[in-house]
């Protein structure tokens, strides 16, 4: 039994009384300058494309630098689209051109036909020929533009000069319809995060409102927000009442309402009413400031997947150029046919390409990790996400995570009154504090207190409260409370905090108040168990009463009780040893286990800014609901990204195979590297779309 008083509470306070502030990315730093360049959430597939750039030799450089350059030059990312469309416009324009001169080609005798057929390939592919030769002079020889460049080079001067343009015009095409692709995946993103407001209304003191810029506001500034418009700062409401459509930072559909006193959250829309609020932090620390650099920075973390591709491409393109090479000349030295050896090369040049899976397989786990975000699941990197789809056991802190850290009355006892008696007057003398257990008893109450009635009220340190109302001695507290006045108390263990009343030494029975288990939590269990997650571990510093009769409600598997911070540790050292494990929690003593466990999963509305900062997934909303659905879009994600990976490695070595034979034709190298990029990084992009 846990005695009752205000020093033995771990209260954690309510949603609508608590000040939440999300976390950075543990690995922010050298991305700073990037993100405040484009902090209105739309340039995470940009980044994606930029460190791609720098550390792949996968030779799609040209296609990122687009990116690269096209991030650079935007200031609020609205503008992709126009500038995307014009780009794509004269692409194809270029290629209609490259076409037309083509069929000139073939109607203009020789030798004139070849400046045709020369004009129609500069058309198609000079920025091409740029690109390669740009990356050699960087010492970065072995890329995609190098591939496509002697392949088609190499056509030309045999003298097969339509087959060089041709293969070069519908490289461009393809590099279009990726493009295309590669743009929708990053505007899907951009509309999940699109949560950056434009503007703040400032209130002066002389009763005028100013058009400010969010990081313009400082604390204690007032700001007005409007029906329909976006919170731009973390504030405090003075005045007015709304309800919230909270949706981008917790997915959840229901409005939640606010009034006076109560804080509210950036990047939330005030739907019904107007509010007066006073701002509690500057732009850069507040929810939604945060909420973007983790979901820009997000991709920094990358899985084991990405890195073996990453280092497979480094290693893969100079081994194929150096097959091509060997290709030309073994064979040649025995048949004498150069000729025909030196065209089966080339075109396995162009077969080679790997730039279906170094695009699309990174493409799926960001695609995994935007559509979390718009469940309000925030994933701190791809390599989080990997680890999620492999989980076997969950480690959870009971209070503010399987309950609402919130106190509740939930057993009365009378002992010599009625019911109604015994909580009414446990109100009357709790009346005058503002703890929460007071308030949760005063909330318990049949009907409205009179403080009034009070005449004195004293607080008895560690043990309880004495108080006088209407001529009565009241005292309600812990056993040690009821001793001292020389009160007997029935013995009975109850799974909860016990405050014991008692009027003139006379007992009047017993109110447990305890913390409730969320609504959702059996459910996330049972979905747990059901997606194989064998182990649902419960480490608390609650009683073992209390945590037991929580775990034995929601189906838990194990259970260890009255742990210290350091003794969560230890137990989770020992769960790890016999395989991966997440921790779940919310508290600041739980971020040690935050950091220890394979996977770190925060109660991001609740949470402490130490839980969060130590988590690796921030569950925006507390829904432990929000658990099995983070591991079906992890093993979503990964079975998409093995999809990609064994589709594009398959049909590479076939058509690399039917090339070196003599089967397989430039116009099938050219399907054997677009066709199969493009049609990776559509399925890649269904990863956006996991329910």
């Not at 003298?159 to 990726?178: H, R």
Request: charged content about 20%; some cysteine.
């Amino acid at each position: 039994m846990k005695d009752h008083h205000h020093t033995s509470c771990s209260y954690k306070g309510d949603n609508h009384h608590r000040e939440y502030k999300n976390c950075h990315c543990k690995d922010h730093d050298h991305h700073h300058g990037h993100g405040n360049a484009h902090s209105c959430g739309c340039d995470h597939h940009h980044e994606h494309h930029h460190n791609h750039d720098n550390t792949c030799s996968c030779g799609c450089d040209h296609h990122h630098e687009h990116h690269h350059n096209h991030d650079d030059g935007c200031g609020c990312g609205h503008d992709h689209g126009h500038a995307d469309a014009e780009r794509g416009r004269t692409l194809l324009l270029r290629v209609g051109a490259a076409v037309l001169l083509m069929l000139l080609g073939f109607l203009t005798p020789a030798p004139f036909n070849v400046l045709l057929f020369a004009a129609g390939y500069l058309a198609a592919g000079y920025d091409v020929l740029l690109h390669a030769a740009k990356n050699i002079a960087r010492g970065r020889v072995f890329d995609e533009n190098f591939l496509m460049t002697v392949a088609s080079l190499g056509a030309m001067c045999m003298g097969d000069f339509a087959e060089g343009v041709a293969v070069m015009g519908l490289y461009q095409v393809g590099e279009y319809f990726q493009d295309k692709a590669v743009d929708k995946s990053r505007a899907s993103i951009a509309a999940l995060m699109d949560i950056r407001p434009e503007s703040a209304n400032l209130l002066l003191a002389d009763g005028s409102v100013h058009e400010v810029s969010p990081e313009a506001v400082q604390p204690g500034d007032t700001i007005l927000v409007k029906p329909g418009e976006r919170i731009p700062l973390d504030g405090r409401v003075l005045k007015g009442s709304s309800a919230l459509d909270t949706a981008a930072l917790t997915g959840e559909s229901i409005p939640r309402d606010v009034q006076e006193g109560d804080t509210v959250l950036s990047g939330c829309v005030s739907v019904t009413g107007m509010l007066t609020v006073e701002v509690t932090s500057v732009y850069r620390d507040s929810t939604v400031a945060r909420i973007l650099n983790l979901v820009e920075n997000s991709g920094q973390a990358k899985a084991q997947t990405e890195r073996f591709i990453t280092r497979f491409a480094r290693v893969y393109t100079p081994l194929v150029c150096l097959a091509a090479l060997l290709l030309t000349v073994i064979p040649s030295l025995f048949d004498g046919q150069w000729l025909m050896w030196l065209r089966r090369a080339l075109t396995f040049l162009v077969i080679s390409c790997p730039c279906a899976l170094v695009i699309s397989v990174p493409l799926t786990f960001f695609s995994g990790i935007g559509a979390a975000s718009r469940k309000g699941i925030l994933i701190k990197g791809a390599n989080h996400l990997e680890t999620l789809s492999r989980l076997r056991a969950m480690v959870f802190d009971k209070t503010g995570t399987l309950t609402r850290g919130v106190f509740t009355v939930t057993e009365v006892h009378p002992a010599s009154v009625s019911r109604e008696e015994l909580l009414e007057t446990a109100a009357l003398a709790e009346s005058w504090s503002e703890h929460p257990i007071s308030l949760s008893l005063q909330h318990a109450c049949p009907k409205p207190i009179d403080r009034s009635l009070v005449t004195s009220a004293e607080d008895l340190t560690g043990r309880g409260v004495r108080a006088e109302a209407q001529g009565h001695v009241i005292h309600a507290g812990n056993a040690r409370l009821m001793a001292e006045i020389g009160v007997n108390i029935p013995q009975a263990d109850h799974p909860g905090t016990v405050v014991h009343v008692a009027q003139d030494s006379i007992y009047l029975g017993c109110i447990v108040i305890s913390d409730v288990v969320k609504e959702t939590s059996a459910r996330a269990m049972a979905e747990l168990k059901e997606a194989g997650v064998a182990r649902l571990i419960m480490l608390t510093g609650d009683r073992q009463s209390a945590a037991g009769a929580a775990a034995r409600e929601l189906g838990l598997t194990e259970v260890h009780a009255q742990l210290l911070p350091a003794d969560k540790v230890e137990r989770m050292e020992q769960i790890l040893r016999e395989g991966s494990a997440a921790f779940c929690g919310d508290g600041i003593n739980d971020a040690p286990v935050l950091r220890r466990s394979d996977v770190g999963i925060a109660m991001g509305a609740l949470g402490s800014d130490a839980a969060i900062e130590a988590a690796d997934v921030v569950l925006m909303d507390d829904d432990p609901l929000k658990l099995p659905l983070a591991i079906r879009i992890a093993r979503r994600t990964m079975s998409i990204a093995r999809q990609n990976i064994v589709f594009a490695l398959g049909v590479k070595l076939l058509v690399m195979l039917l090339g070196a034979l003599g089967i397989a034709n430039m116009w099938l190298a050219v399907f054997a590297d677009v066709g199969v990029a493009m049609l990776a990084i559509l399925n890649a992009m269904r990863a956006l779309h996991i329910r």
